[in-house]
């Protein structure tokens, strides 16, 4: 008798740890899925695309221009502006370009909060380095940060081709560097200019020891013959007097990305390109003269060789650069232009506006910027 009841003792046993077996393997996979961090709506965690990271929350570069009343952010009287960039002030009649926002597809950018941001930036520098686009968008970063300072309490100074605004409450920097071309152009025998396509020491010196560094450089690099920076490229020691302006800026970006690879360590510096910023000038300029609103989308789409080039190369680097692909949603926005209201003029020179040169590169401020940085604060945040 003794032996069957051993036998059915041992069954219950085993059938009592094959259901709590089951039972623990469903509690844990309810756990799992509990956990706030497999969330994929949370439409605050945004990311910037990057190569080394194929998991992106939300590709900003993908979205529509969306009207907002609440917006700009602050108005033209920011001290902080260039008199050619204050477009309201030098008399445009219509302000409406201030006032729209990007919305991604699937997500959004959080409006900009001055107080947040600073205080994520305590004790940090941030530099914006580039062409002057690039310090379009510097000016933004500070108008958008400067009004919860109060007077006494910001200052900005000069060092060489470098300039700085200072919190000093929160011990923090927002600096622009011009380095238009990234690598060095010098003056060479006769006065004649010389970019050298693998020398950078001169700009990189002044990005030492920042904590955020944000890359902006093509524009000069396409620029045509007639308005060229430069009259002899120099790779080594051959001197040449074309080449191919894309082979040519290939050339500068890998100097720049060795640079960055073997000198800049990304547990202490962050760093960000953001990609082209769109002209309007064709037409003689008058491409966006006269705009007021964005265009609504594209019937041909069109990426500049420029970012391809520039993603050839991020793709290649050690060091892990976020790209700002702000290139497509930009280039809607051909009513956000300075055109002719790049100074202020007198009643009679009004009538006569087509007699003056239109800016069709560079962004009204308030304006188009701005949203650049609500994205640039948004990647800061991961």
Same mark, same amino acid.
């Given at each position: 008798?003794?032996?069957?009841?051993?036998?059915?003792? !041992?069954?219950?046993?085993?059938?009592?740890i094959?259901q709590?077996?089951?039972?623990?393997?469903?509690?844990?996979?309810?756990?799992?899925?509990?956990?706030?961090? !497999?969330d994929?709506?949370?439409d605050?965690?945004?990311?910037?695309?990057?190569?080394h990271?194929?998991r992106?929350?939300?590709?900003?570069?993908?979205?529509?221009?969306v009207?907002d009343q609440?917006?700009?952010?602050?108005?033209? /009287?920011c001290?902080?502006l260039?008199?050619?960039?204050?477009?309201?002030?030098?008399?445009?009649?219509?302000?409406?370009?201030e006032?729209?926002?990007?919305k991604?597809?699937?997500?959004?950018?959080? +409006?900009?909060?001055?107080?947040?941001?600073?205080? %994520?930036?305590?004790?940090k +520098?941030?530099m914006?380095?580039?062409?002057?686009?690039?310090?379009?968008?510097?000016?933004?970063l500070?108008?958008?940060v400067?009004g919860?300072?109060?007077?006494?309490?910001k +200052?900005?100074?000069?060092?060489?081709?470098?300039?700085?605004?200072?919190a000093?409450?929160f011990e923090?920097?927002?600096?622009?560097?011009?380095?238009p !071309?990234l690598?060095? !152009?010098?003056?060479?025998?006769?006065?004649?200019?010389?970019?050298?396509?693998?020398?950078?020491?001169?700009?990189?010196?002044?990005w030492r020891g920042?904590?955020?560094?944000?890359f902006?450089?093509?524009?000069?690099w396409?620029?045509?013959?007639k308005?060229s920076?430069?009259?002899?490229?120099?790779?080594g020691s051959?001197?040449?007097?074309?080449m /191919?302006?894309?082979?040519?800026y290939?050339?500068?970006?890998?100097?720049?990305?060795?640079w960055?690879?073997?000198?800049?360590d990304p547990?202490?510096? %962050?760093?960000?390109?953001?990609?082209?910023?769109?002209?309007?000038?064709?037409? /003689?300029?008058?491409?966006c003269?006269?705009?007021?609103?964005?265009?609504a989308?594209?019937?041909h789409?069109?990426?500049?060789?420029s970012?391809?080039?520039?993603?050839?190369?991020? +793709?290649?680097? %050690?060091?892990?650069?976020?790209?700002?692909?702000?290139?497509?949603?930009?280039?809607?926005?051909?009513?956000?232009?300075?055109s002719?209201?790049?100074?202020?003029?007198?009643?009679?020179?009004?009538?006569?506006l087509?007699d003056?040169?239109?800016d069709?590169?560079?962004?009204c401020?308030?304006?188009?910027p701005?949203?650049?940085?609500?994205?640039?604060?948004?990647?800061?945040?991961?």
């Amino acid at each position: 008798m003794a032996k069957p009841k051993l036998q059915l003792l !041992l069954l219950f046993f085993f059938l009592s740890i094959l259901q709590c077996f089951f039972r623990c393997e469903s509690s844990s996979q309810l756990d799992l899925e509990d956990e706030p961090w !497999l969330d994929e709506e949370d439409d605050e965690v945004v990311m910037v695309q990057s190569h080394h990271d194929s998991r992106t929350r939300c590709d900003f570069s993908i979205g529509k221009w969306v009207y907002d009343q609440s917006y700009p952010l602050y108005d033209s /009287n920011c001290p902080y502006l260039s008199a050619a960039v204050t477009c309201q002030k030098n008399g445009r009649p219509d302000s409406d370009y201030e006032k729209w926002k990007w919305k991604p597809q699937g997500c959004s950018v959080p +409006r900009f909060d001055a107080l947040d941001f600073l205080g %994520r930036m305590r004790r940090k +520098r941030i530099m914006l380095v580039g062409d002057s686009i690039m310090r379009n968008q510097w000016e933004s970063l500070v108008c958008l940060v400067q009004g919860v300072i109060p007077t006494a309490r910001k +200052r900005v100074t000069y060092s060489g081709p470098s300039m700085a605004f200072h919190a000093m409450d929160f011990e923090t920097s927002i600096e622009f560097s011009w380095a238009p !071309l990234l690598v060095e !152009l010098r003056k060479g025998p006769e006065n004649k200019r010389v970019l050298h396509l693998d020398l950078i020491e001169e700009n990189a010196k002044y990005w030492r020891g920042v904590d955020i560094l944000v890359f902006d450089s093509a524009h000069w690099w396409t620029h045509s013959d007639k308005w060229s920076s430069w009259d002899y490229f120099m790779e080594g020691s051959s001197l040449l007097r074309s080449m /191919n302006p894309m082979v040519a800026y290939e050339k500068g970006l890998t100097t720049w990305a060795k640079w960055v690879d073997l000198n800049l360590d990304p547990s202490k510096t %962050r760093v960000i390109f953001r990609s082209m910023s769109p002209r309007h000038n064709r037409e /003689n300029g008058w491409k966006c003269y006269n705009q007021k609103q964005p265009l609504a989308f594209f019937s041909h789409q069109h990426v500049p060789e420029s970012l391809l080039v520039l993603q050839g190369v991020l +793709r290649r680097m %050690r060091f892990p650069v976020y790209l700002q692909d702000i290139t497509t949603m930009t280039a809607l926005r051909r009513d956000a232009h300075p055109s002719v209201y790049r100074r202020a003029m007198a009643q009679e020179e009004k009538q006569h506006l087509k007699d003056f040169s239109s800016d069709c590169s560079h962004w009204c401020l308030p304006g188009v910027p701005d949203i650049w940085n609500e994205m640039l604060s948004a990647l800061l945040k991961q």
